[in-house]
């Protein structure tokens, strides 16, 4: 079983950066690959970035490749997203993921969710 605690969301200007930090329970976060996704209101959840158990592979959304960095710690548990020239578009609930296979782009590639940080972008 593994808890995960989103946190670093908040409100930022367009242009501005935040960093996500997800911190996790449990002694196999190292075997886990980790997404990070978001929720818009009235739309679907989508990918954001994934990362492997390692830390060694690395995957983006097209909408913020060049822009959001995810990385890990494992001796500290956690995985981070570092978000740099937000946008409007980029405003939503984020959520960090784990999951037991390979890092993947789909939800349903994720055992554990967290309940989600919010991020907003103001102009």
């Known amino acids: 079983q593994v808890q995960l605690v989103e946190s670093g969301g908040g409100l930022v200007q367009a242009g501005g950066s935040l960093r996500l930090s997800c911190t996790a329970s449990?002694?196999?976060?190292?075997?886990?690959?980790m997404g990070w996704f978001r929720q818009a209101p009235g739309l679907e959840r989508e990918f954001v970035a994934a990362?492997?158990?390692?830390?060694?592979?690395?995957f983006y959304a097209d909408s913020v490749k060049g822009r959001f960095t995810i990385s890990r710690d494992n001796a500290k548990k956690t995985v981070y997203l570092q978000m740099n020239s937000l946008k409007l578009e980029d405003t939503a609930v984020y959520y960090c993921?784990?999951?037991?296979?390979?890092?993947?782009?789909?939800?349903?590639?994720?055992?554990?969710w967290g309940q989600g940080t919010q991020v907003t972008v103001s102009s």
């Open positions: 449990g002694r196999t976060f190292s075997s886990y690959a």
């Open positions: 993921a784990a999951g037991s296979g390979l890092y993947s782009s789909a939800t349903r590639g994720y055992d554990y």
């Open positions: 990362i492997s158990w390692s830390g060694g592979s690395t």
